[in-house]
């Protein structure tokens, strides 16, 4: 944790990792309404709701991504923005099961609820992503 706390303040990749959590944390709210709307509004289980709300913020993340943390290898073709959607979305996507896994766990063996769970389901999964994207999605990042 001091390492990654250190690594948003200084060293060559501060400023990248800064805008990954920023837009990161604008995301996880995003994912919260609609995991709210889904569970609560429309009465959608919420592991299906986090599901859904999970796969519309991968999206979002990635536009988000693309256009401002990683801007220097941005993919500006649609060929390099298809192939760098769909990398985001199986990087990500193998993310899910993580996620999905901890929110479960502790909402029924914990009783925590669902929305503090994702929260906190969104933290654990969140630096396997960030390596990952950096690693595979934008290339040499």
Known sequence: MRALLRGLTQGPHAVRLR???AVGAFAAGV??????????VLAWHYLVGATVAIECTILL???LNNAWTFREHRHTTLREYARGLLTTNV??????PIQLGVLAALVELR???????NVVAILVSGLYRYVLDTRLTW???
């Not at 009783?111 to 769970?117: D, I, K, R, S």
């Open 111 to 117: 009783g925590v609820t669902y929305l503090w769970a």
């Open 91 to 96: 990087i990500r996507g193998t993310a899910i």
């Open 61 to 63: 993340t990635y536009v």
């Open 31 to 40: 994912q919260l309404v609609l995991l709210w709307l889904l569970v609560d």
């Open 139 to 141: 290339r040499g990042a």
């Open 19 to 21: 805008r990954f959590v």
